[in-house]
């Protein structure tokens, strides 16, 4: 079992800061600072989409002011595992639609796009680190919605993280 230090409360004037820990240096290292809180945020947001990405297991400390001292505020940043999908069994592999034409590069790149419109807008609502249904919720949303509405959807994440 792993144990990682304690993420240390950082030095200087009360700012907004995100701490990644980093399990081959077993240390924690600086990924954003702002006098900002959104701005930190919004790289948290792209730096563990990027982490998990890469299959790394992602943990953060989010610090920032409060009452002209440093306070650790809540990351969600709990570390999830990558998903991996289950293997059918054989039941399910009869059930399975037959197969469909492969999509082509401009069909995929929207696809793409879409999900990339989503992340964009769920992060800027503060929604950086997804659980396994988030993800699952996130690909239905991407697969049935038409790129307009998908953008109406992160528009109003983005907003509502506003206010």
């Known amino acids: 079992m792993e144990t990682r230090p304690e993420c240390t409360r950082p030095q200087g004037t009360p700012r907004w800061v995100a701490l990644f820990y980093r399990p081959d240096t077993a ?3 600086l990924g954003a600072e ?3 809180r959104s701005p930190v945020l919004y790289a948290l947001g792209e730096m563990t989409q990027t982490l998990r990405a890469r299959g790394d297991e992602v943990t ?4 920032g002011p409060k009452d002209e001292d440093w306070h650790r505020y809540d990351a969600s940043a709990t570390p999830v595992t990558p998903t991996t999908s ?3 069994t054989p039941a399910e592999e009869t059930k399975k639609e037959p197969l469909k034409k492969e999509p082509t590069k401009l069909a995929e790149r929207m696809h793409d796009r879409r999900h990339q419109v989503l992340m964009a807008g769920l992060s800027k609502a503060g929604r950086y680190d997804l659980a396994p249904d988030d993800v699952t919720a996130v690909q239905t949303l991407v697969d049935r919605l038409d790129e307009t509405t998908v953008r109406t959807l992160a528009n109003w994440l983005a907003t509502a993280a506003e206010r």
């Open 27 to 29: 240390s924690w290292q």
């Open 34 to 36: 702002s006098p900002d």
């Open 60 to 63: 953060v400390a989010l610090w």
């Open 86 to 88: 289950p293997t059918p």
